[in-house]
Nanobody, 114 residues
Framework: QVQLVESGGGSVQAGASLTLSCAAS????????MAWYRQTPGKQRELVAG???????NYNDSVKGRFTISRDNAKNTVYLQMNSLKPEDTAVYYC????????WGQGTQVTVSS
């Protein structure tokens, strides 16, 4: 069973940057399309960014040009570099495969104040 542990969240001012990390256990990581998702209270979890095994990426329109997803298959880790953060980026961020076949981790809270 793959376990996901997200970290790197925090409380920042608008315009700041954060880098999230997601460490995954298990050898299956390198074979999966991985993604970052986020959720705010009362809303469905949404896809933020995804990355294939080979490094091809896709982004939610709301974060294009500001966020960058990357992965290190040797470390079983996926990252999300978030620049120019906006208050509307405030959410709990999770990583998972795409589709979401893995058990969800605890997520990491990102709070952006104006």
């Amino acid at each position: 069973q793959v376990q996901l542990v997200e970290s790197g969240g925090g409380s920042v001012q608008a315009g700041a940057s954060l880098t999230l990390s997601c460490a995954a256990s298990g050898s299956i990581f390198g074979r999966l399309i991985m993604a970052w998702y986020r959720q705010t209270p009362g809303k469905q979890r949404e896809l933020v960014a995804g990355i294939t095994r080979g490094g091809n990426t896709n982004y939610n329109d709301s974060v294009k040009g500001r966020f960058t997803i990357s992965r290190d298959n040797a470390k079983n880790t996926v990252y999300l570099q978030m620049n120019s953060l906006k208050p509307e980026d405030t959410a709990v961020y999770y990583c998972n495969a795409n589709p979401t076949i893995l058990a969800w981790g605890q997520g990491t809270q990102v709070t952006v104040s104006s």
